[in-house]
């Protein structure tokens, strides 16, 4: 099936900004995505991008795609010690009825004081 | 509390035994998501359905899993014959179909097969 990549791990001292980077192989894809979850907990929609977008922000997130490249990045401002979490990246492939999600294997934010 | 909610949160049982687990998604959404989350890894996708109609399941999802949603509300995952393989997370997630790219998840449910 198609790929979703991600780095494993990021870790960024408190106040810093963070960039969480995705590539993806997919280019039908409709919807692009960023989850987040912490420890023992289900996932958290934290924003999304319509593909024929290149960048929407939303209070500390900026989501920048580049669908030339298939390249999708997540930064996070002023970084908190409650940021503390894995991100997925994920697609909504235009290939499939029902618009299920594939996903990365997640990159580890660790936010240190 | 109006979101996603499953149980149960945590389930142990021994190998060959059958489980079952529910989800129950957030009021009036019609589309319904499985997905089996494994240690280090994303989500993978399991079935949907739209209503009360499984329209989509994944290679992931062998013979021994089973899922309704015979009301087009709640929705049960079973699988026969447990295997060690099957430890893992199982996150439902639901949406509706005027806003189908927003995917709500519920908690999940954590399976360990012993």
């Known amino acids: 099936g198609e790929d979703v990549e991600q780095s494993l791990f990021l870790s960024v001292r408190e106040g810093d900004s963070s960039v969480i980077n995705c590539t993806y192989t997919?280019?039908?894809?409709?919807?692009l995505y960023w989850y987040k979850q912490e420890p023992g907990a289900g996932l958290q929609l934290l924003t999304y991008?319509?593909?024929?977008?290149d960048m929407k922000q939303d209070q500390r997130l900026t989501v920048l795609l580049n669908k030339k490249d298939k390249h999708l990045s997540l930064r996070i401002a002023d970084t908190q010690t409650g940021d503390s979490a894995i991100y997925f990246c994920?697609?909504?492939?235009?290939?499939?009825?029902?618009?299920?999600?594939?996903f990365g294997k997640g990159t580890s934010l660790l936010v240190t004081p | 509390d109006t979101g996603v909610s499953q149980n149960p949160r945590h389930k142990i049982t021994k190998r060959g035994q059958n489980v079952t687990f529910r989800c129950d998604p957030i009021?009036?959404?019609?589309?319904l998501y499985w997905y089996r989350q494994t240690l280090g890894q994303g989500p993978e996708f399991l079935t949907y359905?739209?209503?009360?109609?499984?329209?989509?399941k994944s290679r992931l999802l062998s013979d021994r899993f089973s899922a309704e949603r015979p009301k087009g509300s709640f929705s049960t995952l079973e699988i026969q014959r447990t295997e060690q393989g099957d430890s893992a997370m199982y996150l439902c997630?639901?949406?509706?179909?005027?806003?189908?790219?927003?995917?709500?998840f519920g908690p999940g449910t954590r399976l360990l097969v012993l």
């Open positions: 997630a639901s949406s509706l179909g005027s806003s189908w790219q927003t995917q709500y």
């Open positions: 997919d280019s039908s894809s409709t919807y």
């Open positions: 991008i319509f593909s024929n977008m």
């Open positions: 994920a697609e909504s492939p235009n290939s499939n009825s029902g618009y299920a999600l594939n």
């Open positions: 009021s009036e959404h019609n589309r």
């Open positions: 359905f739209q209503n009360e109609a499984q329209l989509e």
